[in-house]
C-alpha cells in the first residue's frame, strides 16, 4: 500500500546536505573518538550549516546508543537535523518486532536513515534470502518507522554495481522504499569504483524511470568521490552524502567541504545557510584536533597550503592581481593566501612576504635584490625557509638595520 504523503515529501524538496562523518566516516582505519568526541564533532558540524548529522547506528554498539542518549540532552543545533542509521528488519520479522528497528524508533531521531540492498547478488549470498522477502523487509521497516513520525531517507547500497547486474530490481528496490514514505533515496557507490559519466548515466535513468528522490553518497575509491557526487547533483540528485575532511573507509567518502564549496561558489547553488561556507577552514581544522587526525595540508579549499605559492613567477603575477593565480578568494571558505620563501622566490616573493611580515620593501630594490641572493645562496647550503617565517623576519631584520636582533642573552 502506498504511503500518503506530505508536502515535505516531493521529488524536487529544498537540497540535502547530509552529513555521515559520526558513522561512515569513524570507519577510517585510526579513528576512534569517544561519545563526548562524537557530541563535540556533531556541534562543529552544526556550526558549517548542514542541514543532517548521521550520529551514528544505536543498538549496533554501546557508544552510538550513548550518544543518541546524551545528544538528546546535551545537543542544542541551530541548523542540522541528527540522523540516525540502521538496517531493514530481518528476514522473517516483523519490523515492529525487531530489536534493531526498535533502537532506531527509540533513538529521539527525528530521522532515520535505513540501509537497504539493492544488489540481487547481495541480497541472495549476503543477506541469504529471497529478491522478494528483500522487498518485503525495505517495505515493512519503511512503513513502520514512518508510522510512528520519523523522516526516513533510505541508503541502496551497492546501488550501481546492483543496477548493472540487475537494472530492473534494483529500480523497483528504490520504488518500494519511496511507495512505502521514504524521502529521500541515496545511490550509494559502496564499493567506490564509480566514474563521472557513468554516475551521471545512472542518477539520469533512476530519476527518469523509478520516479524517485535521488541522493548520492560516494566512496572515494577512483579518486572521483566529489567528482562523482557533483555529476550526481547535475543529473538531477538533491541530496548529497559525505565526511568532513574526506574521513571514511579505505580511501575515503567524497570530502563534504569539497563538495559544498563546488556547489556554492562553482555551479552556483546555495546549500548551506548564508555565510557559514566562510567557517570551513576553521571548522575542518578544529575536527581533525578532535579526531586527533593531522590536517592534511594539500586539502582542496581548507588545506594550508590550498592558496601558497612558492614559484617566483606566481608571486610576480600575484603582486599585480591574486585572481591571476588563484581559483578564488581564501577568504570565500575562511582561508588564507600563503607564499613561501624558498630558493625557488623572485623578488616579487620577497617584497610581497616582507609586507605580510610589516617590512615595506617596494621603495628599495637594492635591499630586496639584496635578500634574494641570501636567500637562495642559504637555501643551496641546506637551510629551509618556506616553514621558517620567523627565520626570514629575523634575516629581514638584519638587511634593513644591519644587524641582527637580540631578544635575549643565555647567562649560563
Not at 538496517?87 to 528497528?101: E, F, Y
Not at 525495505?138 to 513520525?149: C, K, M, N, Y
Not at 543529473?235 to 574526506?246: F, L, P, R, S
Request: charged share 25%; aromatic share 6%.
Amino acid at each position: 500500500m502506498t504511503q500518503q504523503r506530505d508536502a515535505s515529501l516531493d521529488l524536487h524538496g529544498s537540497f540535502h546536505v547530509y552529513d555521515t562523518t559520526l558513522r561512515d566516516g569513524m570507519q577510517q582505519e585510526g579513528l576512534n573518538p569517544t561519545v563526548a568526541d562524537k557530541l563535540a564533532i556533531a556541534r562543529h558540524l552544526d556550526g558549517l550549516g548542514v542541514g543532517f548529522i548521521e550520529g551514528g547506528w544505536p543498538g549496533a554498539n554501546p557508544k552510538d546508543t550513548e550518544f543518541f542518549r546524551r545528544a538528546a540532552l546535551e545537543l542544542d543545533l541551530k541548523h542540522a537535523r541528527l540522523a540516525a542509521f540502521g538496517s531493514t528488519r530481518r528476514a522473517g520479522l516483523l519490523a515492529a518486532d525487531d530489536p534493531q528497528v526498535a533502537a532506531l524508533r527509540d533513538s529521539g531521531a527525528g530521522v532515520v536513515t535505513l540501509v537497504a540492498k539493492s544488489h540481487v547478488g547481495h541480497v541472495e549470498k549476503a543477506l541469504r534470502t529471497t529478491p522478494e522477502e528483500n522487498l518485503a523487509m525495505v517495505r515493512d521497516t519503511v512503513s513502520h518507522l514512518r508510522a510512528e513520525g520519523q523522516q526516513v531517507f533510505l541508503d541502496a547500497e551497492h546501488f550501481f554495481d546492483g543496477y548493472r547486474l540487475d537494472r530492473s530490481y534494483a529500480l523497483e528496490v528504490l520504488r518500494t522504499a519511496y511507495d512505502a514514505g521514504a524521502e529521500v533515496i541515496a545511490l550509494c557507490d559502496t564499493n567506490g569504483g564509480m566514474l563521472p559519466g557513468w554516475v551521471s548515466d545512472v542518477v539520469h535513468d533512476v530519476i527518469e524511470n523509478a520516479q524517485v528522490r535521488v541522493g548520492i553518497h560516494c566512496h572515494n575509491d577512483t579518486g572521483c568521490a566529489v567528482a562523482n557526487t557533483l555529476a550526481a547533483v547535475e543529473a538531477g540528485a538533491t541530496h548529497v552524502q559525505g565526511c568532513i575532511n574526506g574521513y571514511g573507509e579505505r580511501t575515503g567518502n567524497a570530502d563534504l567541504v569539497n563538495v559544498v564549496a563546488n556547489l556554492e561558489l562553482k555551479l552556483d547553488r546555495q546549500v548551506l545557510p548564508p555565510g557559514l561556507l566562510t567557517e570551513a577552514t576553521r571548522i575542518a581544522h578544529a575536527v581533525a584536533e578532535v579526531t586527533n587526525v593531522p590536517p592534511a595540508s594539500r586539502q582542496p579549499y581548507v588545506g594550508a597550503s590550498a592558496f601558497a605559492h612558492k614559484a617566483g613567477l606566481h608571486a610576480s603575477a600575484i603582486k599585480i592581481d591574486p585572481d591571476l593565480y588563484q581559483h578564488m578568494d581564501p577568504a570565500g571558505v575562511g582561508n588564507d593566501m600563503r607564499l613561501l620563501v624558498s630558493d625557488m622566490a623572485g623578488r616579487a616573493t620577497i617584497e610581497l612576504k616582507g609586507k605580510e611580515l610589516g617590512f615595506d620593501l617596494s621603495g628599495n630594490p637594492e635591499l630586496v635584490t639584496r635578500v634574494t641572493a641570501r636567500v637562495k645562496e642559504l637555501e643551496s647550503r641546506g637551510y629551509t625557509f618556506e616553514a621558517a617565517d620567523a627565520s626570514f623576519e629575523l634575516l629581514l631584520a638584519e638587511e634593513v638595520d644591519g644587524e641582527r636582533p637580540s631578544y635575549f642573552e643565555i647567562e649560563s
